[in-house]
C-alpha cells in the first residue's frame, strides 16, 4: 500500500500518539471479556478471594496479633491491593503485542503504544476495581479510614510501576527465551505471594528475617504503603526510594533489551511460543 507522507508538528503527534494509545487501551480492555462489568466484576471477585484466603489464614495461625493496630481486613486489603496490581500488571506487561503481533504491523501501532496501552488498561482496571472494593466495604461494614490517602495512592502507582518494569524485562527477553519467559514469570508470582510482605510487617521482623525479604521491591512498597494507611505505623526498615530506583533502572534495561529484540525480529518468533 502508498502512503503519503504527512509533516506535522510535534503537538499533531503527540496527539495522534495519545489517540492511538486511547484505542489501544480500550481494545486490550475488551481482550480479557467482552462485556466490560462482567470484566470488572472478574476482578473484583479475585481481589476479594484472596483476601478472604489471607484472612482465615491468619486468624487460624494466629497471626492477627502480629497486624498493625487498627481495621485488620484493611491491613489484609492493604497488602493484597498492591500485590493484585504488580502482579496483574507484570503478567500484562510481559504478554503484550511484540514487533511479530499482527496488531503491530499496522502503521500506527507500536511495541511501545502496546506496553503503554496494556500497562494503563491494568492500572485502570485495578484502580476501578480497588474503589468498588472499599466503597463496598465502606457502606457495608464501617468507614474506611486511611491516614494519608494521597500517599497510600502513590505507593499504589509505585507497585504498579514496578509491574510494569519487571514485565518489560520479560517481554524483551521472550522473544530469545520463551519457555524459561514462561516459566520466570511464573516463578516470580509464586516469590511474591510470600516475599512481598503481605502476611506482616517490617518492623516485626527480627534481623535475620528482614535480610530475606529487603531485597524485594514490592515489600518495601507494601510496608511503607502500611505507613500512610494507618496513624500508628512507622517504617523504619523499608523505604520508597529503594523500589523507585530499582524500577527505573529495570525499566531502561527492559526497553534496551526490546529495542534490540526488535532489530532482529523475525515471524517465525511467534511460532516458538
Partial sequence: MFEVKVNRTRLEAA????SVIYHATVFDLRKSHPNAIIGLL???????L????????????????????GDFLLYIMSGVFIFMTNIKTMKAVSSAAGPTSSMNLHG???TLVSIIATALGSLYLQILSIF???IVYSLAFKPVDIQDPTGA?????LGWFNGVAVGIIFLALSPWFPRFTTTATMFYMRVNMFASGKMFVANSLPFFMLAMFSWNPLF???DQARGYAFINYFPHYSSWEYPLIVSIVLAFLGMMGESYSRRYVSASWDARR
Fill in 15 to 18: 496527539v495522534s500518539m495519545m
Fill in 42 to 48: 472478574i476482578n473484583i471477585f479475585q481481589s476479594l
Fill in 50 to 69: 484472596m483476601v478472604a484466603v489471607f484472612f482465615v489464614m491468619m486468624s487460624i495461625l494466629g497471626l492477627r496479633s502480629s497486624a498493625i493496630r
Fill in 108 to 110: 500506527p501501532m507500536n
Fill in 132 to 134: 468498588v472494593v472499599l
Fill in 153 to 157: 495512592f502513590m505507593m499504589l502507582l
Fill in 220 to 222: 518495601h512498597i507494601i
